[in-house]
């Protein structure tokens, strides 16, 4: 998949490169404000609907399973049959879901429009930058607007809780989603009007093997922490779907390391240690962000009796640092590489979550505070390092690819996060148990981001040369150590 390579233009008018870059982040906006806008609402959509804690995780992980599933395939999609043509598509789809949603009579319709709006955001995402990319010429301009888009995904992450706070307060829990419609609309006739069609005509075949393989093996690992929430980790259900998941993974090895580099997800870039550490760190970042985020937003609501606008504006300490200093980490990571950035993120962040095993149901907001700006500060530091770290891992005319697993590889790791999560705090209602499980989760979450910054710190190279560069320059010094002796 080429999202950062140039496309080869079809004929057709387009519109100016600003504003294609307008229409491009708005729906990369709205794609990543699903991801958090829902989390605030969940207390109100389990009492609206009569949803128990298993049913509102399927709410969030329906959205993140679809969206981690067919990133890979919608770019492969995109390259084949023209990228506007799967936005536009993407485009369709994310507002029929939305509106699924807005009208659901129950958390069965829910998730099931959650999986719809999933899709249609999958189709969508890796669009938009690979249309941004045709409609800038390479260079300083192409940069720029990629910095652009990149921002204003950032942006959408704190968004989520605040928008969604007060759309939940003033209007209900529909709110949240029905608001996608009117938005859409407009995107869609002007995305038709403005953007060139363009594909790759090196694009590879489509991996449906691998595709259902993958599907499978997230959607089963889900299925069995939430059903073990529910009825226990020895139950039949759990372990009948962990053999399912299991001989999904190998299932899933054996297809990839038979199609090769025409793989959707080429193993042999795995072997790579700073692809695998990079990618690696960014999984365990969303599971342990997404999971532990599920939990803290019903903590927020349900014991500490904050509302729903309330709790929005709690959090945004979280993810404004997230905001404000990706440019300045992405800048840091390019003059220092990704080694320290990342390694000082995922200590920073592990430092904030474990706070959190302090706070109890009658801490006041002073108590939160620290926690939050570590974590999202943590965060700032750590999410343009690993991307970075994963595309300088790979040659250049892999870019694309590398970016797409990354985003694969984060979208995986928070669906898991948040089943794993739900699992392990329990109820609500429960008191004092979700209290504790809410503690372990933020404890658990901790000691894996240490142990991704362990990795990091040994792994990650310390500069960002490509790999054909550093091997270049790995074997004149071993050339210049020879001479010398």
Known sequence: MS??????????????????LVVMCAGY?????????????????????????????????????????????????????GHKRIVLIGLVVFGAGSLACGLAPGVAVLVAARVVQGVGAALLLPGTLAIISDAFPEGAGQAKAIGVW?????????????????LVDGFGWRSIFLLNVPIVLPALVWAGAVVRESREPRARSLDLPGLLAGSLLLLATTFAFIQAGRS???????????????AALVALVLVERHRGDRAMLPLGLFRRPGFAVANTAAGTMNLCTLGTLFVLMLFLQSLQHRAPLEAGLAIVPLFAP??????????LTSRIGARLPAGAGLLLAAAGLALLTRVTPASGYGALLPAFLLWGVGLGLLTPAVVAAAIAAVPGERSGLASAINNTARQAGGAIGIAVAGAIAGRPGSGAHFVHGF???????????????????????????????????????????????
């Not at 999202?3 to 294609?20: D, E, M």
């Not at 997230?322 to 800048?331: C, E, S």
């Open 29 to 81: 906006f709205l794609v990543l404000l699903d991801v958090t806008i829902v989390n605030v609402a969940l207390p109100r959509i389990g009492s609206g609907l009569g949803a128990d804690v298993s049913g509102l995780q399927w709410v969030v992980d329906g959205y993140a399973l679809a969206l981690a599933s067919l990133m890979l395939t919608a770019g492969t999609l995109g390259d084949l049959h």
């Open 150 to 166: 990149a921002g204003i995904g950032s942006l959408a992450l704190p968004a989520g809780p605040l928008l969604g706070g007060a």
């Open 232 to 246: 226990g980790a020895g139950s039949a259900a759990v372990v009948a779907t962990a053999v399912v998941a299991l």
């Open 3 to 20: 999202l950062l390579r140039r496309t080869v233009p079809r004929a057709g008018k387009a519109g100016s490169p600003r504003t294609v």
């Open 322 to 331: 997230l905001a404000v200093l990706a440019p300045f980490g992405g800048r």
């Open 439 to 485: 503690h372990t989760v933020a404890l658990g979450s901790a000691l894996l981001y240490v142990a991704a910054a362990v990795l990091a710190l040994r792994l990650l190279p310390g500069d960002l040369l490509p790999p054909e560069t550093l091997t270049r320059r790995t074997r004149r010094r071993r050339a210049g150590s020879r001479t010398d002796k």
